[in-house]
């Protein structure tokens, strides 16, 4: 079953597009824990570059799908569509890997290609076997494509919005209201 879910994979990431993005205002965040069999996804959206709020919101469903590395949006896409679904942003900055991924097809391409918007993954580790030209380290962590985007553009993006420890400020609140710990 996952050797085709991986073939699927490689298919899909033939879709992936590497274009130059328009004007940024807005850059939206997503990042999703686990409790007790359920995700609580946290998005975010704010004004780039400043990072001032404009909004947030949390949803909570049950988990479908196991924790099985490098099938890592098998998990996440359930909540992490239903959190994005009619919300207004430039860019989508997803906690997970895009183009940067042993198949280049991972977490942050999948929703890039849902939701057809620029979309950039974000991870504090990289996966074994990562092709080297894929992503780029920027602070603490690593960037890649999701979709609609090209990798300088996305690196730009992600510098602009760093806090003092590397890590970029909506994902960071994205990442505390998936916990539980912002209201």
Same mark, same amino acid.
């Given at each position: 079953?996952?050797?085709? +879910?991986? @073939?699927?994979?490689?298919?899909?990431?033939?879709?992936?597009?590497?274009?130059?993005?328009?004007?940024? #205002?807005?850059?939206?965040?997503? &990042?999703? $824990?686990? $409790? &007790?069999?359920? =995700? @609580?996804?946290? /998005?975010?959206?704010?004004?780039?570059?400043?990072?001032?709020?404009?909004?947030?919101?949390?949803?909570?469903?049950?988990?479908?799908?196991?924790?099985?590395?490098? /099938?890592? /949006?098998? #998990?996440?896409?359930?909540?992490?569509?239903?959190?994005?679904?009619?919300?207004?942003?430039?860019?989508? +900055?997803?906690?997970?890997? !895009?183009? =940067?991924?042993? @198949?280049?097809? !991972?977490?942050? $391409?999948? +929703? !890039?290609?849902?939701?057809?918007?620029?979309?950039?993954?974000?991870?504090?580790?990289?996966? #074994?076997?990562?092709?080297?030209?894929?992503?780029?380290?920027?602070?603490?962590?690593?960037?890649?494509? !999701?979709?609609?985007?090209?990798?300088?553009?996305?690196? @730009?993006?992600?510098?602009?919005?760093?806090?003092?420890?590397?890590?970029?400020?909506?994902?960071?609140?994205?990442?505390?209201?998936?916990?539980? #710990?912002?209201?």
């Amino acid at each position: 079953m996952l050797e085709k +879910i991986a @073939r699927i994979q490689e298919k899909l990431s033939e879709k992936v597009k590497e274009v130059k993005i328009g004007e940024v #205002r807005t850059v939206a965040a997503v &990042d999703v $824990s686990y $409790s &007790d069999g359920s =995700a @609580r996804a946290g /998005f975010v959206v704010c004004t780039y570059p400043e990072c001032r709020v404009l909004k947030t919101k949390v949803i909570e469903v049950e988990v479908y799908f196991p924790y099985i590395p490098t /099938f890592f /949006f098998l #998990r996440e896409t359930r909540p992490v569509l239903l959190s994005v679904r009619r919300e207004k942003f430039d860019v989508l +900055i997803v906690e997970g890997h !895009g183009k =940067a991924h042993p @198949r280049k097809y !991972g977490l942050a $391409s999948h +929703i !890039g290609l849902l939701i057809k918007k620029p979309t950039i993954g974000v991870a504090k580790k990289l996966l #074994r076997d990562t092709p080297p030209e894929t992503y780029r380290k920027v602070g603490r962590v690593y960037i890649s494509v !999701g979709n609609l985007i090209t990798l300088e553009d996305a690196e @730009r993006i992600i510098k602009q919005i760093l806090d003092e420890t590397g890590y970029p400020k909506p994902l960071k609140l994205a990442d505390k209201l998936s916990k539980g #710990r912002v209201k």
